[in-house]
């Protein structure tokens, strides 16, 4: 079963910045929050993760709280082309030890003009 | 950054007829690789863990004889698709891990069955 629960849509207009939160209560020491995204019939899209640290890429910014039992992934300013399902996953990482990805349902982030 | 390429990427067959979907690493060796499933409006479903030059781990619930998987070189997975019937008309996704336990996505395969 996913470790992760995350609201089942949101939206956001064009332009501001998407919070997208999710939690994560019963992770372990030696997992990572990864966030994936999915644009309608692709495959998934790598976006950040991070295991303990705030973390920054050229697509969003990911904030993990101090007891690693939330998160929250800013995308901050969101197009239209942003409008996808976003996976929260929590997953060892690292090496032949690296483990699955345990999709949960995502939240599916609708961007409006 | 690394690729991970599906194929076919979709494909349409008669009832009980077999379908092979590949899944190649394009610029890493992968010794591990992982198949998903997804139904409309719904997530994806792990359906097995494939391990180069052993034998699939299957998720609880998956038939290893219908959904038969071969490992047979770094790059290289397939996912055969047994006796196909309309209820296995799903997207299939594929993914393979790196040296660095990276994870990458392919593209995708759906698969309709007639």
């Known amino acids: 079963d996913a470790k992760t629960t995350q609201p089942t849509s949101m939206d956001c207009a064009e332009g501001r910045a998407a919070n997208l939160p999710c939690n994560h209560s019963t992770i372990s020491g030696n997992e990572y929050v990864y966030w994936y995204r999915q644009i309608h019939s692709q495959g998934p899209q790598y976006i950040i993760h991070g295991l303990k640290n705030n973390e920054t890429n050229e697509m969003a910014s990911l904030i993990i709280t101090e007891d690693r039992k939330s998160s929250t992934l800013i995308l901050p300013h969101a197009t239209l082309r942003d409008t996808a399902v976003y996976y929260c996953?929590?997953?060892?990482?690292?090496?032949?030890?690296?483990?699955?990805?345990?999709f949960g349902q995502g939240t599916e982030l609708s961007v409006k003009p | 950054g690394a690729v991970v390429s599906q194929h076919p990427s979709w494909v349409i067959c008669k009832s009980g007829t077999s379908v092979k979907i590949e899944c190649r690493s394009l610029?890493?060796?992968?010794?591990?690789m992982f198949w998903y499933r997804q139904f409309p409006k719904q997530s994806l479903m792990l359906m097995a863990t494939s391990n180069e030059g052993s034998k699939a781990t299957y998720e609880q619930g998956v038939e290893k004889d219908k959904f038969l998987i071969n490992h047979a070189s770094l790059t290289l997975s397939t996912l055969t698709v047994t006796s196909a019937h309309p209820e296995d008309s799903s997207f299939y996704i594929c993914s393979a891990r790196d040296l660095t336990g990276e994870l990458f996505f392919g593209e995708g395969s759906r698969l309709t069955v007639l």
């Open positions: 996953i929590v997953r060892v990482a690292g090496g032949n030890q690296g483990g699955k990805l345990i």
């Open positions: 610029d890493f060796q992968a010794t591990t």
